[in-house]
């Protein structure tokens, strides 16, 4: 119901509430992933993206039905770059390098590899981790399908070139 009326905020917190108190008794040997996955979405139609990226993290880990595995998975990241628009925290960059990669390890041709291999090598670019940056980027630029990300990721790499003084490599990339 909440879901379907939003104007109703009341049933949304009923509901919120009911989720608090059922996945709080939940086993943790044998947890109800369909429930912990309604309340993530439920968390994230009211804009608490941060516990809800939490939560379908849970999902992401756990489940063995591998299309919840993977929409959580992408889920948790999504809900965690909506924190971030709200309110950055200090490891937040990192948290969301460490979903990436986990979302790759599990899903290496998902839906949203390609963007989220581009995200993972821009976040490192963000975070002055260069050479990281640098090593995924250089895969990326050539195999990328994506003309957008394919640019994007051809320009990250040439920047860094160009911040290193690497000018023969930049030059070779530049031709290409």
Do not use: C
């Not at 939003?6 to 040997?29: G, M, S, V």
């Not at 090598?121 to 630029?141: D, F, M, P, R």
């Amino acid at each position: 119901i909440s879901l379907k009326n939003k104007q109703h905020k009341e049933f949304a917190n009923l509901t919120l509430q009911a989720f608090r108190i059922l996945l709080k008794r939940d086993d943790p040997k044998n947890p109800d992933l369909n429930s912990r996955y309604a309340f993530a979405e439920l968390l994230f139609q009211l804009e608490e993206y941060r516990e809800a990226s939490e939560n379908y993290e849970m999902v992401g880990r756990l489940s063995v039905d591998p299309t919840q595995k993977h929409d959580a998975q992408y889920s948790s990241i999504v809900s965690l770059e909506k924190a971030i628009e709200k309110k950055k925290d200090d490891k937040d960059l990192e948290n969301l390098i460490r979903l990436g990669l986990i979302y790759l390890k599990d899903q290496p041709k998902g839906q949203y590899a390609e963007p989220i291999q581009f995200k993972v090598a821009s976040l490192y670019y963000q975070t002055n981790n260069k050479e990281e940056a640098q090593k995924w980027l250089t895969g990326l630029s050539e195999k990328l399908t994506q003309i957008d990300l394919k640019r994007k990721s051809q320009d990250l790499l040439l920047d860094i070139l160009n911040q290193k003084k690497d000018y023969s490599l930049l030059k070779k990339y530049s031709k290409k």
